[in-house]
């Protein structure tokens, strides 16, 4: 069975990429955006080298690191359905041998010592601002939680921890990527990058791909 853009809410398939791909309830649909296509098939993936992908969602973007030729692939996200999505599809298209997965909020997860020759993340680029109310509301259903998590980056802390802690994660001549778009916040984005020693380099924009919404992928330079 196929999904297009109805709510999931049972296990089901996607096609991506002239591939088929697993997708678990609570999980970041690529059905729904052209984000995950458009930035998978814009990174620059180092062939031979290694990859590491923040907040895999289904890891169709680490699964494809792989297949086109990354000799290994660190994948990482907050939410344990996708990090479970992340392994159903690595075992899918058979690169489990070279795709490692792991679940934490943004590097914390990973074993200390990893670095990377790409490190990206398609973030959640909307800041809706710190809601000081959301303490007090009822615990949220997990599902609608980590949609909510894949989606907003409240007061762009996320962003603030992968901007300050990415350049422990990567090799001498890293490349550190960001999927983003015209929906997030730029002045912010560059001020936190500022502060965290970096200047913001457009690599690639999706335009109208995408009636409303220019995907954009950003790579960040030192300053
Ligand atoms: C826009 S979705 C992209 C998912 C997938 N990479 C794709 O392109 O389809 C953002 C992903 O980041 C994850 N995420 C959000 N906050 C995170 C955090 N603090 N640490 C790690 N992952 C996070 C979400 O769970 C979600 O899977």
């Not at 679940?103 to 990893?114: E, I, K, N, T």
């Not at 980056?153 to 015209?182: I, M």
């Not at 992928?217 to 300053?223: D, F, G």
Request: aromatic share 8%; proline share 5%.
């Amino acid at each position: 069975m196929s999904s297009t853009t109805a709510a999931v809410t049972a296990q089901t398939t996607f096609p991506l990429l002239d591939r088929e791909w697993d997708l678990l309830p609570g999980v970041f649909a690529p059905t729904h955006c052209a984000s995950t296509g458009f930035f998978t098939e814009s990174i620059p993936f180092p062939v031979g080298g290694s990859f590491l992908e923040v907040g895999c969602g289904t890891g169709v973007t680490a699964v494809e690191a792989a297949l086109r030729g990354c000799a290994r692939v660190a994948a990482t996200d907050i939410s344990a359905a996708a990090v479970e999505n992340t392994r159903l599809n690595t075992d899918r298209h058979a690169v489990s041998d070279r795709v490692e997965v792991y679940r934490g909020d943004v590097f914390d997860g990973l074993p200390p010592q990893g670095r990377f020759d790409v490190v990206f993340w398609n973030s959640p680029f909307v800041d809706p601002g710190i809601d000081e109310r959301s303490a007090a509301r009822p615990v949220e259903d997990d599902r609608r939680k980590h949609l909510r998590r894949a989606v907003f980056d409240p007061g762009y802390r996320a962003h603030e921890r992968y901007l300050l802690q990415a350049g422990a994660r990567l090799t001498a001549a890293g490349r550190l990527l960001l999927g983003f778009s015209d929906l997030g916040d730029h002045d912010a984005l560059a001020r936190l990058a500022a502060d965290a020693g970096y200047r913001i380099s457009v690599l690639r924009t999706s335009g109208d791909l995408v009636s409303g919404v220019d995907y954009q992928l950003l790579e960040l330079l030192p300053r």
